[in-house]
């Protein structure tokens, strides 16, 4: 099976998610020994506000797909893997399981790249654009009150 599916539902309250293109479903499902296996990839477009230095940035995210389906036995069997999902009739509505892989497989802190320097928490700068030399040394608070003791004027 491959469709594209137009989601809203997975991106609602992002602020990090400016655009998105619809998701790229590829699945294929095999089934053996009672068991529906569907598996595959989901892959999408993202436009996203880099965490570090607040630029815009696009990218391409290939999510793996793989559930488990079986018809609901009359009686419970305690055995019975928790990963496999218990289906009454014949057909099942992949939608929830796509949007629900798409949730979890978002990014949680979308970067530009993974050596992005972010903004300069003094003066503001894109420090992955051009080094602004501002100071930059921490100093405990605590022992702030030693930093001038060494310095004779």
């Given at each position: 099976?491959?469709e594209e599916l137009?989601?809203?539902?997975?991106?609602?309250?992002r602020?990090d998610?400016i655009?998105h293109?619809?998701v790229?479903?590829d699945?294929?499902?095999?089934?053996?020994d009672g068991?529906?296996?569907?598996?595959?990839t989901?892959?999408?477009?993202l436009?996203?506000i880099?965490?570090?230095?607040?630029?815009h940035t696009?990218q391409t995210i290939e999510?793996p797909?793989e559930?488990v389906?079986?018809?609901?036995?009359?009686e419970e069997?305690p055995?019975?893997?928790e990963?496999?999902?218990l289906?009454?009739?014949?057909?099942?509505d992949?939608?929830p399981?796509v949007?629900?892989?798409?949730?979890v497989?978002?990014?949680y802190?979308?970067l530009?790249?993974?050596?992005c320097k972010?903004?300069c928490?003094?003066c503001?700068?894109?420090?992955?654009q051009?080094d602004?030399?501002?100071?930059?040394?921490?100093?405990?608070p605590r022992?702030?009150?030693l930093?001038?003791?060494?310095?004779k004027?």
């Open positions: 099976m491959t137009n989601l809203t539902d997975p991106f609602e309250g602020q998610i655009g293109g619809p790229h479903v699945l294929q499902a095999v089934y053996e068991e529906a296996k569907v598996n595959g989901l892959t999408l477009d436009e996203l880099c965490s570090r230095c607040l630029s696009n999510l797909f559930e389906f079986m018809q609901k036995p009359e069997d055995d019975l893997d990963d496999i999902h289906v009454v009739g014949d057909k099942v992949l939608e399981y949007v629900e892989n798409v949730v497989g978002l990014p802190i979308p530009c790249d993974e050596a972010g903004l928490p003094v503001g700068e894109n420090r992955n051009r602004c030399g501002c100071k930059q040394e921490k100093i405990d022992l702030a009150g930093a001038d003791f060494f310095n004027e």
